[in-house]
């Protein structure tokens, strides 16, 4: 398995050796104006996911982690709402984050247990209300106007779950 992972995934070559600072600005310059350089990490980002691909049909699970942000999401049928999503890039035409999104069987959603209360009925959010956290963690697996979450046909799980290790030991 570490050899696959070697072989397929982490092993690169790169276009430049380290404290080589006039092939790094070479191979900068390959990005074009600035903002333009998702477009070939794009291509490079299809590639990884490809190699875990290859890994997956030789019988290994693959599992990828990544910070969540809350972002904008652009509701065409009511006012716009935030959500959690990765913090992967994220843009129209260069979204890494939709085409990992496509890419997996099963995306989950961490977060702590948190409520959320008022002191008086009337009060707007933010003017005096209160989040209530604990130590429970949670995982989400269900798709929520606050979270992407998805599993793919072929596999159950609960809406959300408490994230006991002791479960995965």
Not at 31 to 51: H, I, M, S, T
Not at 68 to 80: C, H, I, Q, R, Y
Not at 143 to 158: D, H
């Amino acid at each position: 398995a570490q050899e696959l992972m070697v072989r397929y995934v982490l092993k690169r070559d790169y276009d430049w050796k380290d404290g080589d600072e006039q092939a790094q600005k070479e191979a900068l310059r390959k990005f074009g104006d600035f903002g333009k350089g998702w477009r070939p990490c794009y291509a490079e980002w299809l590639k990884f996911l490809a190699a875990l691909d290859h890994l997956h049909t030789k019988g290994m699970n693959v599992a990828l982690i990544a910070h969540a942000v809350v972002g904008l999401f652009k509701n065409p049928e009511a006012d716009d709402y935030n959500i959690y999503k990765s913090n992967l890039h994220d843009s129209e035409k260069t979204s890494l984050w939709a085409r990992t999104k496509e890419w997996c069987d099963l995306v989950f959603f961490f977060n702590y247990r948190v409520a959320v209360s008022k002191k008086n009925a009337e009060d707007k959010v933010g003017k005096s209300t209160m989040a209530k956290g604990s130590r429970a963690r949670m995982v989400y697996t269900a798709k929520t106007a606050t979270m992407e979450c998805k599993v793919r046909a072929g596999w159950s799980f609960p809406d959300a779950f408490p994230l006991d290790y002791g479960q995965f030991a």
